[in-house]
T-cell receptor
Framework: GENVEQHPSTLSVQEGDSAVIKCTYS??????FPWYKQELGKRPQLIID?????GEKKDQRIAVTLNKTAKHFSLHITETQPEDSAVYFC??????????FGQGTRLTINP | NAGVMQNPRHLVRRRGQEARLRCSPM?????VYWYRQLPEEGLKFMVY????????ESGMPKERFSAEFPKEGPSILRIQQVVRGDSAAYFC???????????FGPGTRLTVT
């Protein structure tokens, strides 16, 4: 089955700098890659996603890139703000619907 | 437009009791998924259901756990004879009929004492 690896597990950046989180997946048949943000004690919130027929997608300060050949995808957050502090999860869709999640990255934005 | 609803939000059970977790999908969504999250860990898939059908239960423990999504009413995740290791946050997600985005509910935090 699908296996998703996520790095780093913790990331600390200065406010205003950029943050990059990387994930690799194992199943070349996976075709959908969402990113979720989870604040402490809250639900995971979908922040951006990308499908396998697209190489890059951007939404304001957030962008995701996908390299199908290498089977990796990355989340980029620019001009980071304190409210970006949270745990971020990448995922890959295996089969018709099942999501396989990475282990999470705890992002801390230092003022 | 109400999002995914889950109840109860917090549930405390003694070892050996039963836990019932309920999930109502977003309006227009007919696909429901259950995930489990242990403290400081990621989300693990448990089961995927459509109305009256279990599509994929590959993540469900073979014993004590069951799930249903009846024609009427919410989806139910049932854990019989709970043990301390069942303590976790259980999240439900829903998606529309065509394979699409999954939106999560607020979760049920189960504590087994």
């Amino acid at each position: 089955g699908e296996n998703v690896e996520q790095h780093p597990s913790t990331l600390s950046v200065q406010e205003g700098d950029s943050a990059v989180i990387k994930c690799t997946y194992s199943d070349s048949a996976s075709n959908y890659f969402p990113w979720y943000k989870q604040e402490l004690g809250k639900r995971p919130q979908l922040i951006i996603d990308i499908r396998s027929n697209v190489g890059e997608k951007k939404d304001q300060r957030i962008a995701v890139t996908l390299n199908k050949t290498a089977k990796h995808f990355s989340l980029h957050i620019t001009e980071t703000q304190p409210e970006d502090s949270a745990v971020y999860f990448c995922a890959a869709r295996e089969g018709a619907q099942k999501l396989v999640f990475g282990q999470g990255t705890r992002l801390t934005i230092n003022p | 437009n109400a999002g995914v609803m889950q109840n109860p939000r917090h549930l405390v059970r003694r070892r050996g009791q039963e836990a019932r977790l309920r999930c109502s999908p977003m309006k227009g969504h007919s696909h429901v998924y259950w995930y489990r999250q242990l403290p400081e860990e990621g989300l693990k898939f448990m089961v995927y259901l459509q109305k009256e059908n279990i599509i994929d239960e590959s993540g469900m423990p073979k014993e004590r756990f069951s799930a249903e999504f009846p024609k009427e009413g919410p989806s139910i995740l049932r854990i019989q004879q709970v043990v301390r290791g069942d303590s976790a946050a259980y999240f439900c997600a829903s998606s529309p009929p065509f394979p699409g985005e999954q939106y999560f509910g607020p979760g049920t935090r189960l504590t087994v004492t």
